[in-house]
């Protein structure tokens, strides 16, 4: 069975930056898109960022200009580097990856920046 787990949330000042990595792992499965989206209390889940299995990455316009994706697809490996972190990023964050046939969620990590 496939296993996503996330790391690298916390708590952070505004202007402050977290790394956030989710590695899978598990059945040997080709993956294709992997991706970062969000839920805060109270709103829906939201896309983040995500990158094909070639490197090309989309933005939410949030937060285009200062998060980063990137992804090891031989350690089947995604990050999102978080810069210049405002209150409003403050959310869970879950990672997402995509199979031909079926998508996996990993189990989200909480980031809170404070003002």
């Known amino acids: 069975q496939v296993q996503l787990v996330e790391s690298g949330g916390g708590l952070v000042q505004a202007g402050g930056s977290l790394r956030l990595s989710c590695a899978a792992s598990?059945?040997?499965?080709?993956?294709?898109?992997m991706g970062w989206y969000r839920q805060a209390p109270g709103k829906q889940r939201e896309l983040v960022a995500d990158?094909?299995?070639?490197?090309?990455?989309k933005y939410a316009d949030s937060v285009r200009g200062r998060f980063t994706i990137s992804r090891d697809n031989a350690k089947n490996t995604v990050y999102l580097q978080m810069n210049s972190l405002k209150p409003e990023d403050t959310a869970v964050y879950y990672c997402?990856?995509?199979?031909?046939?079926?998508?996996?969620w990993g189990q989200g990590t909480q980031v809170t920046v404070s003002s």
């Open positions: 997402r990856v995509m199979s031909p046939r079926i998508s996996f």
């Open positions: 598990g059945s040997n499965f080709s993956i294709k898109n």
């Open positions: 990158m094909t299995s070639s490197g090309v990455p």
